[in-house]
């Protein structure tokens, strides 16, 4: 059968991570990178046409396109605009707002006869899914999102990003650790109410700039309101070299944990758990599964949004449905 035709809009690091993990996904086949910076992008790729994002003729020729902005500016402007053209996938993580973008894209797709999948990833995304199946199976439950549970931590862009708009910092990294008791109280049935400061703490790795004051620094980090200071935080100074031998990668990873009542006295506990050598690369291969759940629902005339929580999970499978009940029921 006919490959499924994938566009990629936009080349960062999930745009990157989505093209190497198609690769190992032989029904879809990749047509073109779209990006606002084709030229930037043409230095990187060979194997693949580099179009701009105003190519509009070059995008009809695609099944799906997988949308690789960023959620702070581009994919609020980037979904609608290209929704109205194309099945799409995003990952836009801003979860207040996701009802909002929701109800944004679904008449757009449904208007334009395409299929919107929005918001999916690990989290928005597989996290989301568990959270929604632990407080159905354990009614009442309240479900908990750790992240960093593995040895080194999970890196956070955003927290990565604050600490260099510090002056005197050249470059700097974020991990975000889960607190083990914290874990253990959930596990326990406790259902306890914790503090974001109770559930998680943050480790930072710090390259000054020449002549920077580190005690200064130390204490603008600790103290910046929301991102480190409700938080225990260590800061650690190291040298570029250092931080470009031990800090190049995307670690990260966490896991949803639900504590409830089975009825009775019963107790049940419901746990997800993910690890992840690469944020952006793990992020990718969920949205190329995606992609797959977005052709096959448009082919099947179900136009409009959804969220991973909408899509039946054979759906997202290369496999047929008799594969999926012999292998996996
Ligand atoms: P990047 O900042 O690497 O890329 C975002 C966009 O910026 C690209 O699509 C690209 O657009 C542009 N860009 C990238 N590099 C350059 C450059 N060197 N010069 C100029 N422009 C550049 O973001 P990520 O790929 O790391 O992440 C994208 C989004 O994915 C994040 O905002 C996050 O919200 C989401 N995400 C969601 C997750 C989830 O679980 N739901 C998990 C991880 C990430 P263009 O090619 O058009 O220039």
């Not at 194997?47 to 695609?62: E, F, G, N």
């Not at 600790?222 to 935080?233: D, G, L, N, R, S």
Request: proline share 6%; aromatic share 8%.
């Amino acid at each position: 059968s006919q490959k499924i035709a994938v566009a990629i809009i936009g080349y960062g690091n999930v745009g990157r991570g989505v093209q190497t993990a198609l690769k190992q996904n032989p029904d879809m086949e990749l047509m073109g990178i779209f990006s606002r910076s084709p030229e930037r992008v043409k230095q990187d790729v060979q194997d693949v046409p580099v179009y701009s994002v105003d190519d509009l003729q070059a995008l009809q020729k695609c099944s799906v396109a997988i949308l690789c902005g960023g959620s702070k500016n581009d994919l609020p402007v980037q979904g609608p605009h290209f929704a109205a053209h194309i099945s799409t996938v995003d990952s836009y993580d801003n979860h207040s707002c996701i009802p909002e973008y929701f109800n944004k894209m679904n008449p757009i797709a449904r208007d334009n006869k395409t299929v919107s999948v929005i918001s999916t990833g690990w989290d928005p995304g597989t996290f989301s899914l568990e959270r929604v199946l632990g407080n159905a199976f354990l009614p009442g439950t309240k479900t908990y999102g750790f992240y960093g549970v593995s040895e080194k931590g999970g890196l956070s862009m955003g927290h990565s990003d604050a600490l260099r708009t510090i002056e005197g910092v050249a470059d700097a990294r974020q991990y975000t650790h889960a607190i083990p008791e914290a874990i253990e109280r959930v596990r326990r049935g406790e259902n306890p109410d914790l503090k974001p400061e109770e559930m998680h703490w943050r480790e930072c790795y710090v390259v000054l700039e020449d002549g920077a004051d580190a005690e200064k620094i130390e204490k603008e980090i600790t103290t910046m309101p929301a991102y480190f200071a409700p938080y225990k935080t260590e800061v650690h100074f190291i040298s570029a070299e250092e931080l470009k031998e031990n800090h190049a990668g995307f670690p990260h990873g966490g896991m949803v944990i639900g504590s409830g009542s089975l009825g009775g006295t019963n107790r049940g506990t419901i746990e997800y758990h993910n690890t992840w050598d690469s944020n952006p690369a793990a992020t990718a291969n969920i949205l190329v599964a995606h992609a797959r759940a977005a052709h096959r629902l448009r082919e099947e005339e179900k136009f409009g949004a959804y969220t991973i929580v909408d899509i039946p999970p054979a759906y997202f499978s290369p496999k047929s449905h008799d594969e999926l009940l012999a292998e996996f029921l």
